[in-house]
T-cell receptor
């Protein structure tokens, strides 16, 4: 079946540090890949997405590139801010027939210290 | 425009009671999804509607869970004879069409005492 593996936290960084959150997946076919973010007390929000190999999704200074050869979709940001503190979820959507629901990783809790 | 809304935001119930959770998707979105978020299991997909029909109900945790959608809009998730392990945040999402980006509601936090 489909699965997503991501580093679990908490990950603690200082403001302006470089961020990488690793995400790898297992899927049949060619899924779409997503990063969702959940800020404290808020609902899940789409951060970025990529729908095919070598696509790069980007938003709010975050980037992730769909790497089919390594089945990865790592999230990066060059300089994090305190306001980036949140839980980040990597997810895939495989629409090859069936339920069509997102498969999520366990989430990575990111804490940015001033 | 308005996002996905869910009600109630919080529900506390006693073990053995039935509960009904409601989801109002974004207007015009034909696809609707239910997920469950719990500490032990993370985010789990439960069921998906395209229009009023659910092609695959195998993601529902047990036969105590059921869902329906009427008029291609509002959906309700019903849990019968609630158990303590049903305690979780139940999330609803909608998308313009099958396979499109899903937008999530704020969730209903269910606590079964």
């Amino acid at each position: 079946g489909n699965s997503v593996t991501q580093m679990e936290g908490p990950v603690t960084l200082s403001e302006e540090a470089f961020l990488t959150i690793n995400c790898t997946y297992t899927a049949t076919g060619y899924p779409s890949l997503f990063w969702y973010v959940q800020y404290p007390g808020e609902g899940l929000q789409l951060l970025l997405k990529a729908t095919k190999a070598d696509d790069k999704g980007s938003n709010k200074g975050f980037e992730a590139t769909y790497r089919k050869e390594t089945t990865s979709f790592h999230l990066e940001k060059g300089s994090v801010q305190v306001s980036d503190s949140a839980v980040y979820f990597c997810a895939l959507l495989y629409s090859g027939g069936g339920a069509d629901g997102l498969t999520f990783g366990k989430g990575t809790h990111l804490i940015i210290q001033p | 425009g308005a996002g996905v809304s869910q009600s109630p935001s919080n529900k506390v119930t006693e073990k053995g009671k039935d509960v009904e959770l409601r989801c109002d998707p974004i207007s015009g979105h034909t696809a609707l999804y239910w997920y469950r978020q719990s500490l032990g299991q993370g985010l789990e997909f439960l069921i998906y509607f395209q229009g009023n029909s659910a092609p695959d109900k195998s993601g529902l945790p047990s036969d105590r869970f059921s869902a329906e959608r009427t008029g291609g809009s509002v959906s309700t998730l019903t849990i019968q004879r609630t158990q303590q392990e049903d305690s979780a945040v139940y999330l609803c999402a909608s998308s313009l069409a099958q396979g499109d980006t899903q937008y999530f509601g704020p969730g209903t936090r269910l606590t079964v005492l």
